[in-house]
């Protein structure tokens, strides 16, 4: 039996390897506080959404449409999937209480733990198709249509109680029926267990009708070597229905381990829209191109990590950059510029996660990988200087990254002297740009902008983060051509208090003919 939620022809592994850049990821976008947000503190709920997120990097565009198909269905169905998710949980813990597994060497004690097991998940099972089909008309997509069509074919009670037959039957209790024959050497071979011959007679019958005739023999009370040999013998014949009965039930279990991991993903989807929505954040189901194609466009886009993070709606964005493959952002201090390159990233995570992002609507092209080279604070566990560190998370980057991929700069190469740092910056971004990749660059040197500005190449965005005439900061990117001031000079003033007014030249040349007039009175 198979999941398919998550994916539409594969099973999600919450325990797959992450991407080489997974930490600079999480870091960088602020993604711990995404999961926080998704998961609370529990943490298998933590590890499937750290997984899916990170696992998105590379996700298909059938992936995605299949992933937020099932995704509409489980948010307008909230309380199906979190009682189907609680269910998930019940069977495993009731797996756990079961002593299967626990010193089971043997064919006779796999087969009694295995029986075991099986016993405690019918129920579940039984449990998990009566919803199903109680539910079944109020989904649409195919993910869901396809886990409950399985679980009702599948699952019917004709089965189940055939299932249960065969579970009164492997307790023998009216003995273990054997074959066997003698091999080379009079030893015993080819053992083969039996089913047990049903008596039709009634109780009378059995009870004072003649015995079929046999051959007997009772094994002494305290001859051990014979309750050995006799166990032995039992083993041979049980041996390949207690491995047969141990898949099943691990096969039971499985199922219901895949199916929590798969459902966890869409309930932590279901937490994070219903934090947003308490903060007056609007949310969407993004619509995603191809990854050869360039796209990028998006009305009211915020930063998701902000907001939750301020626990308020934030100021959000729009733009249509069309087919741009390169974004420069630039403006003043403090004007919101990475945490609109933030909220662009997030976007194109969850996206490609099959999630829906935090905007009134947003589209974009599908990225082969996403990048993220931010500044960096210096500390102790740096081997060399700050723009060393820096080439060499740039290199990193190179050398995994394929065409069609998007990166995104903060700051980047600002730990040397403008000059040097802008024309790393420009031959990297060219080199990049060469290769088919997108980039976002927020940057503060103006050398840098400048020069990528004069090229006027229509593929090209500038956008500057907006500053009012009185130093305001409306955390709003407009369109623009970059400037060569930051207004470091308006932080400054809201930090320490505005400076006194520099004396005009007027005012010193009084100043100069009054001081000359007091000299000239008290020497007088």
């Known amino acids: 039996m198979k999941v398919f939620l998550m994916y539409p022809d594969r099973d999600f592994d919450m325990n797959a390897a992450p991407p080489l850049n997974g930490r600079d990821l999480m870091d960088d976008l602020e993604l711990h506080t995404l999961v926080q947000a998704m998961a609370g503190d529990d943490e298998f709920l933590t590890t499937v959404a750290r997984a899916a997120l990170l696992g998105a990097v590379r996700s298909s565009k059938e992936t995605i449409e299949h992933r937020q198909a099932v995704l509409r269905d489980a948010l307008a169905h909230a309380d199906v999937v979190k009682q189907l998710y609680q269910l998930s949980i019940d069977a495993l813990e009731s797996k756990k209480k079961s002593y299967w597994g626990i010193g089971l060497h043997y064919p006779l004690a796999i087969l009694h733990g295995s029986m075991e097991v099986i016993e ?64 080379q050497g009079n030893r015993g071979a080819g053992y083969v267990l039996r089913t047990p011959l049903r008596d039709e007679r009634n109780w009378l019958a059995r009870l004072f009708g003649k015995k079929p005739e046999m051959y007997q023999y009772t094994l002494p009370p305290r001859d051990e070597n014979g309750a ?13 229905v207690a491995n047969a009965l141990a898949q099943s039930a691990e096969h039971i279990a499985s199922f219901f381990t895949l199916l929590r991991a798969e459902l966890a993903f869409y309930v932590c989807c279901i937490d994070l829209r219903d934090r947003l929505s308490s903060l007056g954040g609007p949310v969407c189901f993004p619509k995603a191109a191809g990854s050869g194609a360039r796209e990028h466009r998006f009305n009211e886009l915020y930063d998701v990590c902000l907001a939750l993070k301020m626990r308020k709606k934030v100021v959000s964005n729009t733009l249509d950059a069309g087919e741009s493959r390169l974004m420069v952002v630039t403006g003043a201090n403090q004007g919101g510029k990475s945490s609109f390159l933030r909220s662009i990233g997030l976007a194109q995570l969850m ?56 990166v995104l700069f903060n700051e980047s190469f ?51 983060a907006q500053r009012l005439s009185d130093g305001t900061r409306t955390f709003k990117m407009m369109p623009g051509e970059p400037e060569q001031t930051s207004y470091g000079a308006d932080l400054y003033a809201e930090i320490f208090g505005p400076r006194e007014k520099e004396p005009t030249a007027a005012a010193v040349a009084d100043a100069a003919q009054a001081d000359a007039r007091a000299s000239a009175n008290g020497s007088a």
């Open 120 to 183: 405690l998940l019918i129920p579940m099972l039984r449990q998990l198709r009566d919803t199903a089909q109680r539910v079944e008309s109020g989904f649409s997509s195919e993910g869901w249509k396809r886990l409950f069509a399985m679980l009702r074919d599948e699952l019917d009670e004709g089965y189940i109680e055939e299932v249960q037959g065969h579970l009164k039957t492997l307790k023998f209790r009216g003995g273990i029926l054997m074959s066997a024959h003698l091999g």
């Open 228 to 240: 050995r040999a006799l166990s032995e013998l039992a083993d041979r014949g049980l041996n390949l």
């Open 351 to 406: 996206m490609q996660c099959g999630m829906f992002v935090g905007a009134e609507s947003f589209s974009a092209n599908l990225c082969e990988g996403l990048y993220t080279h931010y500044k960096r604070e210096e500390d102790t566990t740096m081997e060399s200087g700050k723009f060393d560190e820096e080439l060499k998370r740039m290199r990193a980057i190179v050398d995994e990254i394929s065409p069609d991929a998007m």
């Open 414 to 464: 600002a730990s040397t002297n403008e000059r040097e740092g802008s024309e790393v910056a420009r031959m990297i971004a060219d080199a990049l740009l060469e290769g088919g990749v997108k980039i976002a660059f927020v940057t503060h040197q103006y050398a840098l902008a400048h020069h990528l500005y004069a090229r006027r190449d229509p593929r090209d965005l500038f956008l500057r």
